[in-house]
């Protein structure tokens, strides 16, 4: 069954007319991830945020995205919130800078699991404190009462992670989750990824550009150059045999990184592969 | 605890720079090319000005001792809130000083409130509907009501309030109403200004991440625009913390246009006679006035700001 179906998604800009995204069409099904792979400016966020329905207001969509069964574009802005976080959960790329600075982390914790909940402050925490124990964060109670710029991007990653264990979506959206991190971090928060699936009954949708991080968790996968979708298929078929040009470039520069990554893990994430 | 210790420090740095301060508002009557005692006798209404006679005066008022030991003499009988008495009058400055400051303050401390509602008011809604017709027009209508010079505005709501529709008393400080049109004239003159700060400010924070990962979330724009405010307003509330004693000083306008009884007009009315005791106490609160909001604006960014708080 699918989690999620994206059909003639088509995203412009309204003052110029300029069209990012001409027309995207597909689907993730429950239990299992898809990667979209690009380089930067090729719409992969745009993507991600058109389902969320987070564009800036300027830029515009049409076509359908069906959630569970559920058009979300028919929805109004308030019952679109609703799906946003309990049913629909994204991870964003630079964890130093997804929370309130002004704050601890623990208010925007406790300030989104009230609002879908209306769990009372104690509940929350022993929730949270358990999943955030679950994605190997020691200390939990100090980390939700720490700003986020005394903890590092590796951390914040994974206090997200757990606001979306509790939460329980039917799909996590990571956008570029990895991307502002250091390799060995990287490693590590790829592998609560890994498990976030395995433990949890939710599809995935993993943006990336890093093939290496790609080719570890994700069954199925999307190239995208220019806003198009010019490779789709299952990701150890892509490894294997490209057929686009641009697939084919993107795998060679990517096995060099991957190679790089492999000798810094020790050949651990090739031999699980 | 660490706010704690971030006042106390911030509260110590302040005192060195008062005493500087007053230091330097009191060298500067002493640079000016008038002698004092000369202007003392003239302002008695004595004829015929010796020269004796004035050495005479310099005696009587301690102005042949050394320049610091009469600064110090100063500045402590000015922390009892001795500044020496008026040429002109006679009386003790802070009879004339205290209650003009009290009424400056009570205007400016209502015009700020009002101002501060205002452009956090404003601000938002423009930020929030940026390039509608809301934000235009606001933006259009402010940009109007800055550009024009101050006694100009009071003059026109002085004519239609007061004496066309009459609403309002014209001038004074009798009843709670006549601070309705000073406040109004000051707060559209700054509130004009301090809106814009907070729009563009709210306009960059609404581009960053925990703005799309907190609606991402579902948290209600309510809750976001709380957010969102809470950073803007740090850059906002140094300039507001500013705005108090800037409005402070420059109310001469507007307090002899609505014949306040304040600072502005005490000032003129004293440096047009050389009253220089009632001049030094006036240069002197000001900037107190200065360094105690700075570092009260200090302390209302750190509370809300938790880098700031950081020990270094």
């Known amino acids: 069954m699918n989690s999620l179906e994206v059909s003639n998604l088509k995203i412009w800009d309204s003052r110029t007319g300029k069209v990012l995204v001409p027309h995207s069409s597909f689907h993730v099904k429950q239990r299992s991830c898809l990667a979209i792979v690009g380089e930067s400016g090729s719409g992969k966020s745009l993507t991600c945020r058109a389902i969320m329905r987070l564009n800036k207001a ?18 109004s802005e308030k019952e679109m919130r609703k799906k946003r976080g309990k049913q629909l959960c994204m991870i964003v790329q630079n964890g130093m800078r997804a929370f309130d600075p002004s704050c601890v982390v623990g208010v925007h914790l406790k300030e989104t699991l009230a609002w879908h909940y209306g769990w009372g402050r104690d509940d ?12 190997m964060l020691k200390d939990p109670l100090a980390i939700m009462n720490s700003y986020p710029h005394q903890l590092s991007g590796g951390m914040l990653q994974r206090v997200m992670i757990a606001l979306a264990i509790v939460l329980e979506p039917d799909v996590v959206i990571a956008d570029e989750p990895t991307t502002a991190l250091d390799t060995i971090t990287q490693f590590e928060v790829i592998e609560q990824f890994i498990q976030l699936r395995t433990r949890m009954n939710c599809a995935m949708i993993f943006v990336s550009h890093d093939l290496a991080v790609v080719k570890r968790i994700a069954d199925e996968m999307l190239v995208m150059k220019d806003g198009a979708i010019v490779e789709r298929g299952a990701t150890r078929d892509i490894f294997s045999a490209a057929q686009h040009e641009y697939t084919r470039f993107l795998v060679s520069t990517g096995l060099t990184l991957d190679h790089h990554f492999n000798k810094i893990m020790g050949g651990v994430s090739h031999a699980e592969c | 605890m660490a706010m704690g210790r971030y006042i106390i420090k911030r509260v110590l740095i302040s005192l060195p720079l008062l005493v500087t301060i007053s230091f330097f508002s009191f060298i500067l009557n002493q640079l000016s090319p008038l002698d004092p005692a000369e202007v003392i006798l003239h302002a008695q209404g004595v004829p015929n000005i010796t020269s004796e006679l004035i050495a005479e005066t310099k005696a009587r008022l301690g102005m042949d001792q050394p320049l610091l030991t009469r600064y110090v003499q ?19 400055v802070w009879s004339l000083l205290g209650p003009a400051f009290l009424n400056t303050l009570k205007l400016t401390l209502v015009s ?9 008011t404003l601000g938002t809604i423009c930020a929030l509907r940026e390039g509608k017709w809301v934000d235009k027009s606001v933006r259009g209508i402010f940009f109007l009501l800055t550009s024009m010079p101050s006694y100009w505005l009071a003059a026109l ?3 239609y309030f007061s004496v066309k529709l009459d609403l309002l ?15 109004t004239v000051i707060t559209i003159s700054f509130a004009g200004i301090y809106f814009r700060i907070i729009r563009s400010s709210m306009l960059s924070n ?20 709380l957010h969102l405010l809470r950073n803007s307003l740090q850059v906002a509330i140094s300039v507001f913390g500013m705005a108090i ?4 000083g420059s109310t001469v306008v507007v307090e002899n246009l609505f014949v306040w009884p304040g600072l502005g007009t005490l000032s003129v009315k004293s440096i047009l006679s050389r009253d220089f005791p009632i001049i030094q106490a006036y240069v002197l609160v000001l900037a107190a006035a200065f360094v105690i909001f700075n570092t009260f604006s200090d302390i209302v960014n750190a509370a809300l700001n938790p880098k700031l708080r950081k020990d270094h």
């Open chain 2, 112 to 120: 700020v409130i009002a101002i501060i509602a205002l452009s956090i």
């Open chain 2, 157 to 159: 709501i002085v004519w």
């Open chain 2, 245 to 248: 004693p800037v409005i402070l």
């Open chain 1, 58 to 75: 300027l830029l515009h969509q049409s076509g359908e995205i069906l959630l569970q069964g559920v058009n979300l574009t028919k929805l």
């Open chain 2, 206 to 225: 609404l581009n960053e991440d925990y703005v799309l990962y907190g609606r991402a979330c579902g948290l209600p724009e309510s809750k976001i625009t």
């Open chain 2, 169 to 183: 008393p014209t001038s004074g400080m009798d009843t709670y109403q006549s601070y309705i049109l000073p406040v």
């Open chain 1, 124 to 135: 929350i925490t022993v929730k949270m404190k358990r999943a955030m124990e679950s994605v």
């Open chain 2, 74 to 92: 100063w500045f402590v009988s000015c922390l009892q809130l001795d500044f020496g008495n008026s040429y002109v009058t006679g009386k003790p």
